[in-house]
């Protein structure tokens, strides 16, 4: 009898726990359907309009894995009115922790209306998928994203700016000063035909191989409530770029900074760029007609006086009273 007990003992208790997390999986599962089903009765009481073929909360005993199948969304006008039809949504997360939560696009995703009255998009992705990390008071306070041989094929209407991305890296998180500070990098950018003139792209090309910034947003609460910048910047709102680079053709640059917005709502501040040869840079911006012709031996001497390091010559940047400086040379203008 004891030995049978030995042996029983173990393979109850195995299948005790068994149980136990199977109960506690089930009802987690119907908590987060009901609390999926809440979500979605909130987004469309703000006016958005959610259809899906199917909704599922699966993954036992692994994980938990919601799915929206043919999910169709159209927003409101006053969120821009676009539609999106996805061939499926899924989020999924372990059963330890669900503060943490990876949500993953199926395509290729088709938008009406995004890039103005009549646009038809299609977008499409090997990769795409965001991670939210939430707070015990349910609130998001770190987030990443990664964006794999995004392509963008205008179907109807106005082409958007970009065409594809070979890879796009994105993090953020929102710190206990309330600052938010976030990493981005895009490698490999196409820009749509049309968005440059003939005489930028001649001169810098239609690809970027490279775009990055890191950067920390202050008082952040004041920009997220409403996305009002005049309230951020009454608020002291700073966006402080701490690292920056662009490899753009003959524009080679590393640059950090500090920003703010002026009482028009208009970008206010100063980079320090630094440029690894200015003298192309400066006959790329004559030649693309950034500059005046007139400027191109101002831009020179300012390069020839600035200070030089090993990542090459450093010229300030400054955008102010609504003007566009590089070193002495008027680039143009924030648009109103």
């Known amino acids: 009898m004891t030995d049978r007990l030995r042996f029983i003992l173990p393979f109850g208790g195995i299948l005790l726990v068994f149980a136990l997390y199977s109960i506690y999986w089930f009802v987690a599962s119907t ?8 979500w979605v009765s909130d987004q469309e009481a703000a006016g958005y309009v959610i259809e899906r073929e199917a909704l599922t909360v699966s ?12 999910p169709r969304i159209t927003a409101p006008q006053s969120d821009g009115g676009w539609h999106a039809e996805l061939a499926a949504l899924q989020a999924h997360a372990v059963p330890y922790d669900l ?15 995004l890039n103005g009255p009549g646009s038809q998009l299609e977008l499409g992705a090997s990769d795409a998928r965001v991670s939210l990390v939430y ?18 094929l205008t179907r109807a ?22 600052t938010l500070h976030v990493r981005i990098m895009a490698e490999d950018i196409v820009a749509a035909p049309g968005v440059f003139s003939e005489d930028v792209q001649r001169a810098f090309g239609y690809r970027l191989d490279e775009a990055r910034m890191e950067f920390s ?12 910048a005049r309230a951020w910047s009454r608020a002291g709102g700073l966006l402080d770029i701490t ?12 640059a950090v900074g500090e920003f703010t917005m002026d009482e028009f709502a208009r970008p206010d501040g100063r980079m320090s760029l630094r440029v690894t040869d200015p003298d192309t840079l400066a006959e790329a911006l004559v030649e693309a007609g950034l500059i005046p012709e007139q400027n191109r031996e101002a831009l020179r001497v300012a390069a020839m006086l600035a200070p030089r390091g090993p990542e090459g010559v450093s010229l300030p940047f400054r955008i102010r009273d609504g ?3 590089l070193g002495p040379a008027r680039l143009g203008g924030t648009p109103d």
């Open 31 to 38: 908590q987060i359907r009901a609390a999926v089903d809440d």
């Open 59 to 70: 993954g036992y005993p692994y994980r938990f894995q919601i799915t929206f199948r043919e």
């Open 99 to 113: 503060s943490h939560w990876i949500i993953r696009f199926d395509g290729p995703a088709f938008v009406h209306d």
């Open 135 to 152: 707070n015990e008071a349910g609130e998001t306070e770190r987030v990443g994203a990664e964006l794999m041989d995004f392509t963008v």
């Open 157 to 178: 209407g106005a082409a958007p700016g970009i065409q594809s991305i070979s890879a796009l890296y994105l993090n953020g998180i929102v710190e206990a000063n309330n």
């Open 217 to 228: 947003v202050t008082q952040w609460a004041a920009l997220a409530h409403n996305a009002d």
């Open 243 to 254: 690292d920056a680079a662009l490899h753009w053709g003959p524009a080679d640059l590393t």
């Open 323 to 325: 003007g566009v400086y």
